[in-house]
Every structure is written in C-alpha cells, then in structure tokens.
C-alpha cells in the first residue's frame, strides 16, 4: 500500500492462541518471576496478547512457592494471563543454547576480567577486527547474530566498552554480549529491558551504528539474510535495525561454502576459496536497500577479511584491500559485476596481528597532542593525520583547539605540512 507518497507493506496482526513461554518461578497462583533467566525477552507481550485473545498462556518454570509469597516487585507474568505451569527438569530448563547456568548472565555478578575468552585470530577476527574501527565514541550500538557478535569481543580486549554502549535486540543494554549459542545473554549489562521495548527504541532511531550479517550483496548495495532457493530463513529483527540506524556495517566473509584463510603477520591468504559467492549481479531476496540507503545518505560498509566496501550512490566501491590478496585473483573474479574502484587503500596492518592494536588512541584520539608539531626554528606546522578517523563535529573542534594551542605558543604565522593517508572524515 502507499503511505505519505512511498510504497510500504502491511501486516495485519494475527489471533495468537498459545504461548509457551518460561520463567524462573512460579508461585500457587501463576504469578512467575525471571530471577535465573539471562533475558525477559517479550514474555509479558505475548502472555498479554494470547490472554486477551481467549487462547492458553502455558509457562515453564524451575520450581514453585508458596502462593502470595513472591515479591511482586520481581514478578514479570502475573498469574492473571496464566493458565497453566509446568515444572520443567533441571536439563530441559538451561540458560541458553551452550550454558546451563551462569550468575553473570543474570547480572547478579560481575565476572572476573578475562572469563569472556580473547577471540583467536582468524577470518572472524579480522572482520571484528575491522568493523570495530568504526564503533562511534560514545555511541550506541547494535550487534547482530553470527560474525558480528566477534565485535564485542575486540572491543574488550582493546579498552572500548566503558566508552560506548553495545545492545543486542533480544533486550540488553551496555557490557558485553556474549556470542555463539549463548547469543543474547550479556555480562555486566546496564540494564535488560523487554525485547519489544527494545525494538520501540531501534524503530525510533536510537541506534547511532548497527553491525549485522552479510549473506548476500549485489553491486547496488542490497543485501539478503532472508531467502536463498527455497529455504526461507527469514530477516528476524535485521530490516528494523538496518533501516533506522544511523550507519550500518555489514560483516561476513567475501566466499562462504569451504572458504579457508590463513591470517599471518603480512596480510591473509586464501588456501582455498569458498564455492559460493555472496557478490552476485542481484541478490535472491530484498532484506536490505542499498537504493533507499544511498537516497537517505546512510553510511554503509560491506567488510570481509579480504576487502571494504562502501555504498555511493552508484552502488558498491571497492575502498580497502587486506595485504597478501590479489585484486583480480581473489576479489574481481568471484564476484559477478565488477563495484566502482578510485583509490583503494590497503587494511589497516594491525588487524592481521596477534597483539593489541591500540583502538583505543585511535578512536579517543589519546595521541592527538603528538598529531600536531611545530619546527620553530622554520616556521612549519606539521600535522600527522595519518589514518584518523573523524566522526562529529567536537571531534573537529578537538583538533582545531589542538592546532590553536600549539600555534599560539610559538606567537608566529607558520607553513603548515599536512600528512594525511587513510584520513577518513564520517
């Protein structure tokens, strides 16, 4: 249907008939408390909604108290939208998918530095790695399931976490996301909100970045996580959070099916390519619009652990290459129309290195004082802004005070000598 001028899809609601939801504990009167679950997710919503539509709200739980005894406080389905409890067996009641039960998961306790293990450097790294470049100081941001969630990982282990804000759409807010089977559960959480609030503050434009998953990308920057032949996986919550967020990163590896790649010290190497392209003339299904994006001027990156893209207005630009791969061989062959090339830089060296890279002076711009010098004894102002990246306008003013400062100290009009590769101004 058309809405305000533009073409949009409706759906109307269904009658919903049963919920199987679950909880921690019940009392005799079906008021259920979440006190062991590492989410709430939309346990109340849907409790509400197939109550009020006559049907059979069911819920698991560990155990059952007295009736009246549960501090109502701590009660997240009150016994008036429920009709039925099942106490569930300590092995059908686990946390998560890999977890059977972890105190940091309920954020009762913060764990010990280091329980969340360091990533191991491979092709999932490399793209944390390089999507992590463009985490917003002190911003808010969503990770997606799959390659994505290796993000919150590099930003612990380089320092990040207490200068940004990380959320995944299951509903928690701040600290770390856990990854793998345990996706969705956080450790040291600001707070664990409804998954159904979550998305009303997605929808409103709360994200300042989101990085989600790559499955497939044609040259005019759409993507699909939803549809390939008939198998129907289905976009979950992708298209509220790549349409509404303010910049997107897509994350995945340039081939999949196969794919092997070495990461050594002096770039990547593909041992053996992946069977299927994910770089096609035009993807199978719609998830997101690279049309819609490039008319709104959203930023977008496509990042794989051989190559970025970027989306123009003319579709997909080759902007990085990782060292060690061949244009022709390893990119421009395997995909099926060729992006937009200009001047293609090379990835940053330290994403292919086992230590630290230092991300945290790098984005908190810790080493400005050292950006700017002067040689008083010629006249020459000389400005380092080799791969800094700039993303609002105090960031700009930082730099201009820097400037300032050290020019009015030396009292005299000086020649300016600007070094600048890989500068990049969002």
């Known amino acids: 249907m058309e809405l305000g001028g533009e073409e949009i899809l409706f759906y109307p609601s269904q009658k919903l008939t049963v919920a199987l939801l679950r909880g921690t504990t019940a009392d005799e009167a079906g008021n259920v408390t979440m006190e062991r679950e590492a989410l709430t997710i939309d346990n109340l919503a849907q409790a509400m909604a197939v109550h009020n539509a006559g049907g059979v709200v069911i819920v698991q739980v560990e155990r059952v108290a007295r009736a009246g005894s549960l501090p109502g406080r701590d009660v997240h389905i009150p016994g008036i939208l429920v009709d039925a409890i099942i106490v569930a ?13 972890s105190q940091a998961f309920t954020n009762r306790i913060k764990p010990p530095l280091g329980e969340m293990p360091v990533m191991p450097l491979d092709a999932r790294k490399v793209i944390a790695r390089r999507c992590a470049f463009e985490l917003p100081v002190n911003g808010v941001v969503n990770l997606g399931i799959g390659m994505p969630e290796g993000v919150a990982s590099v930003a612990a282990e380089e320092g990040l976490l207490e200068h940004l804000t990380l959320t995944a759409e299951p509903g928690v807010i701040g600290g770390q996301p856990a990854s793998g ?14 998954q159904n609030n979550q998305f009303d503050f997605y929808d409103g434009g709360g994200l300042d970045m989101t990085c989600l998953g790559l499955a497939q990308a044609d040259a005019a920057g759409n993507v699909n996580v939803s549809r390939f032949g008939s198998r129907l996986a289905g976009a979950g919550g992708f298209i509220n959070i790549s349409q509404n967020a303010r910049a997107v990163v897509f994350a995945g590896t340039f081939t999949t099916q196969g794919l092997e790649v070495e990461v050594r010290e002096d770039g990547v190497e593909v041992r053996q390519e992946g069977k299927a392209r994910k770089f096609l003339n035009h993807v199978e299904q719609i998830s997101f619009s ?3 994006a490039a008319r709104l001027g959203q930023p977008v990156l496509y990042v794989t652990e051989r190559c970025v893209f970027e989306l123009t207005p003319d579709g997909l630009k080759l902007i990085e290459v990782a060292p060690g791969i061949d244009l022709e061989r390893d990119i421009l062959r395997l995909m099926d129309v060729d992006p937009i090339m200009d001047e293609i830089r090379p990835m940053d060296p330290r994403i292919f290195r086992a230590e630290e890279m230092g ?12 950006r700017v010098a002067i040689d008083s004894k010629v006249g020459q102002l000389f400005l380092n802004f080799e791969k800094m990246r700039i993303r609002t306008q105090e960031e700009i003013h930082l730099v201009r005070d820097t400037v300032a400062r050290t020019c009015e100290a030396h009292g005299k009009r000086v020649d300016v000598i600007v070094n600048r590769p890989n500068t990049r101004i969002i």
């Not at 067996?89 to 039960?101: A, G």
């Not at 089977?181 to 409804?194: C, K, Q, R, S, Y």
């Not at 991300?359 to 050292?370: A, F, G, I, K, S």
């Open 181 to 194: 089977l345990d996706f969705g559960a956080a450790v040291n959480t600001d707070a664990v909100i409804p």
């Open 359 to 370: 991300l945290r002076t790098d984005l908190l711009h810790l080493d400005l004082p050292d």
């Open 290 to 292: 690279g049309a819609r």
């Open 89 to 101: 067996k300590p092995e059908n009641h686990v946390q998560t998918y890999r977890t059977v039960f």
